[in-house]
């Protein structure tokens, strides 16, 4: 590609950039949607099964409920909150309920254009956009009844939106805190270790913008701990206990952190002697959860040498490409070529992008540092491929400034 090639290229890019992105959300629409509806009402996993019957519960006026009698909080609840008003008006559609993931991943499509703006300029958001829109493994997972799209499409918004809250003022200002901390809070209870990057956003909304900012960021904060304190609340009065937001941390724990576990196992691991224990006792849901956590604690302290090598493993294994999802003998090897091909480059990208620290944006910075922060917290529980799916939405922006960065960079100006 020639000097003046990439200088055409880059402008051009600069010029349709908004055009350029309102087509990448409608090829996401059409690409991701026309996925959905081919898979209809099919539920391929488990999972799938399991948020269903949860949103149906509530829907029927039961409650939060696995099997239509008992109040549980086994699973995190946002997701099946998101899932519900479709359930209502469309009498529980499996096909308009995965519709959700759908337009969640438009959502990020147009969210990744906005913050790659920012990032660098009208180049990089389009190229940012477009990757989102095109990217397999995120098309792949929006279409399936499973919250990471959606809690990707969240932790955008509270990025974009909270950027908004501190950059205007008066009643739009109060609009974006509101958007922003709503956003933060459903996240905190869709997927629960991104509560810590919640927190992470609002500080270093409060540091970009020294002016007033930390009264929007306490602002935001406050928003953003309405929806986690109600469910608290709940589960106090429902199960008797601090549950802050769900009873599967200790089983996650303990297949990630037991003498069967291996990297990549999943939740393929051999816990039978735990679970017969726990039945033995007699425990209720808050307290297995406590007697899985206290037993994957315990294997650690009695195994520091092999769990600190397993962890390590498990921090690798958060860059694997394998397409299985959740239940056996749904990827296969065209689909995991696919998904490596169009992970790699990525992660590549990202990475030499980086390795200019000095020169990155603000944005960039704390794109950078919510992935680490992630792929470190996964590991302490048990990877799988789409745990990563947010974070694969943070590498395409850092990946879509290097691509642009590389352009420019060839580009020698006139004299």
């Not at 480059?345 to 794109?367: G, N, Y």
Request: glycine fraction near 8%; proline fraction near 4%; include cysteine.
């Amino acid at each position: 590609m020639t000097t003046g090639v990439r200088r055409t290229l880059l402008s051009r890019l600069d010029e349709l950039a908004p055009r350029i992105a309102a087509a990448a959300i409608v090829v996401s629409l059409v690409v991701a949607g026309g996925y959905a509806i081919f898979l209809g009402d099919a539920l391929r996993y488990l999972d799938e099964q399991v948020y269903v019957r949860l949103t149906q519960s509530m829907a029927e006026g039961v409650g939060f409920s696995a099997d239509g009698v008992q109040a549980t909080a086994y699973r995190p609840p946002g997701y099946p909150f998101l899932l519900l008003p479709v359930y209502w008006l469309t009498g529980g559609s499996v096909l308009a309920m995965r519709l959700i993931g759908v337009f969640a991943l438009a959502g990020c499509v147009w969210l990744s254009y906005r913050i790659g703006r920012r990032i660098g300029s009208p180049a990089v958001g389009a190229v940012a956009s477009v990757v989102m829109a095109c990217y397999p493994l995120g098309i792949y997972t929006a279409t399936a009844l499973y919250p990471q799209i959606p809690a990707l499409f969240l932790l955008l918004a509270n990025i974009e939106f909270g950027l908004r809250a501190s950059e205007t003022a008066g009643r739009a200002r109060l609009g974006f805190v509101a958007v922003s901390g709503i956003a933060g809070g459903l996240l905190a209870v869709t997927v629960p270790n991104f509560a810590v990057s919640v927190f992470i956003v609002v500080l270093w909304l409060a540091w970009r913008n020294r002016r007033a900012a930390w009264r929007v960021a306490a602002a935001i904060l406050v928003v953003v701990a309405v929806i986690p304190g109600l469910w608290c609340v709940r589960n106090a009065v429902q199960l008797h206990a601090f549950v802050p937001v769900s009873t599967n941390d200790g089983i996650n724990l303990l297949l990630g952190n037991s003498e069967h576990t291996t990297a990549g196992s999943g939740t393929s691991v051999d816990i039978s002697r735990y679970d017969t224990e726990a039945k033995n006792r007699h425990l209720d849901e808050v307290g297995i959860n406590k007697f899985y956590s206290d037993s994957a604690v315990a294997w650690i302290k009695e195994h520091p040498g092999d769990a600190a090598v397993l962890y390590a493993k498990k921090v690798a294994n958060n860059f694997a490409y394998s397409s299985e999802m959740a239940t056996s003998g749904q990827g296969n090897r065209t689909a995991d070529l696919l998904l490596a091909l169009t992970y790699y480059p990525v992660l590549l990208l990202a990475l030499w992008r980086v390795f200019s620290w000095r020169r990155l944006s603000p944005e960039e910075k704390l794109a950078a540092g919510l992935i680490v922060l992630n792929l470190l917290l996964l590991a302490v529980f048990f990877t799988r491929l789409r745990f990563r799916v947010p974070l694969d939405g943070l590498t395409i922006l850092l990946a879509s400034a290097a691509f642009v960065q590389i352009l420019r960079s060839r580009v020698k100006e006139p004299s």
